[in-house]
């Protein structure tokens, strides 16, 4: 299969020495060049020992096999650039995907996994699709244990409101793909407000107590997800070790960089992407409870992202926040939600 060309900072690159941290006038601490990635989008692997269905599946039978690698044929051909899948050796009724958050949403640059089983009379059922959520509720449609609700894999009744539309699709046996549930996951799961795909929850509004809710959705969320990326670091799934490692080490500093400015207010959470806000320059809230999990988890993700390599040159260690006319922060020993979890993860990962 091709791989893909792209111009982009070469990701093995070793991280610059002391002495030569500093940036050249008008270049980079790291040469950009001409490569060839090394991931190709779908390819076939023969480790399946830590898939979720694997002890779970069913023999296949020889006309469903047949339909499936009509699937993978069709990956193959037309997986876009942010969506990865790896297929098994041994087991054609599995596959695992990793899906990259899109820009202008609070999932931008982090990766969320997905481990997928073929039924036997596939396609006359869905497949059944598990988040590997890693304890976390990053959406309403993605549930700590692993369960996806999305219509299309007949466990979701609901309606979805995608920017003000109103979106429900059943799955087709005729017309239904594993493609298409891969990027309905990414388009209207994954998306700019999440808050809204609870049912009940109605549609955007401007200046409303839902966008309020909403923005807040979207700061738990953000801290969620780097929550996610060190956990991936610490542990990649099979088979995308090397790719998780690759991802991180590339997004780096535009993970980091999105971090100040959303814990600084200089822009809303969702909206900064490949180095650059996607707003004005007008200031927006930030709640204490968000600014206090950025700075617990900035100088975690700069260790993380720094031990695989990532050229941070010029970025702090740590993060700091102008303190001026802001909240105090929260009391000794009343810590919320979030931080709470930052302390499991900093456990996880044996950090101080």
């Known amino acids: ?53 694997r002890n779970a599946s069913l023999p ?21 650039e942010s969506i990865t899948v790896r297929a098994y050796e041994k087991r054609v009724d599995l596959l695992r995907a990793a899906i990259v958050g899109a820009a202008a949403t609070p999932y931008h640059d982090g990766l969320y996994f997905f481990d997928i089983s073929f039924p036997r009379n596939y396609p006359a059922q869905p497949p059944l699709v598990h988040y ?10 993605l549930y700590p244990t692993g369960t996806v609700c999305l219509s299309l894999l007949n466990t979701w009744s609901g309606i979805m409101h995608v920017l003000g539309k109103r979106k429900s699709e059943r799955w087709n046996p005729k017309e239904s793909t594993i493609l298409q549930v891969l990027l309905s996951i990414q388009a209207l799961v994954l998306n700019e407000r999440p808050y809204f795909n609870e049912p009940g929850y109605g549609i955007f509004m401007p200046g409303t107590y839902g966008e309020k809710k909403s923005l807040a959705y979207n700061e738990d969320t953000f801290v969620l997800s780097c929550m996610s990326m060190l956990r991936l670091l610490a542990a990649p799934p099979r088979a995308f070790e090397v790719f998780v490692a690759w991802h991180f080490r590339d997004r780096a500093r535009t993970i980091l960089s999105a ?30 409870k968000f600014e206090d999990a950025m ?24 993060l700091s926040l102008d303190q001026k006319g802001r909240n105090p922060p929260p009391a000794p020993g009343k810590k919320g939600l979030v931080m709470c979890v930052v302390g499991m993860v900093k456990k996880f990962l044996g950090l101080k």
């Open 1 to 53: 299969m091709p791989r893909n060309k792209r111009r982009r900072t070469t990701p093995f690159a070793p991280p610059p020495p002391p002495s030569s941290s500093a940036a050249p006038p008008g270049g980079t601490t790291m040469s950009e060049i001409e490569e060839i990635e090394p991931f190709p989008r779908f390819d076939v692997v023969p480790d399946d020992s830590d898939h979720f269905y």
């Open 60 to 80: 296949i039978p020889a006309p469903t096999q047949k339909k499936i690698m009509r699937e993978w044929k069709l990956l193959e051909q037309h997986l876009p």
């Open 132 to 141: 590997l959520s890693l304890g976390y509720r990053i959406n309403p449609n």
């Open 259 to 288: 971090c100040e400015a959303y814990a600084s207010g200089r822009v809303q959470v969702g909206y900064f992407w490949d180095g650059a806000p996607l707003q004005g320059p007008s200031r927006v809230a930030v709640s204490q």
């Open 295 to 318: 700075k617990s988890l900035y100088p975690l993700l700069f260790k993380a992202f720094s031990k695989e390599g990532a050229s941070l040159a010029g970025l702090r260690q740590e």
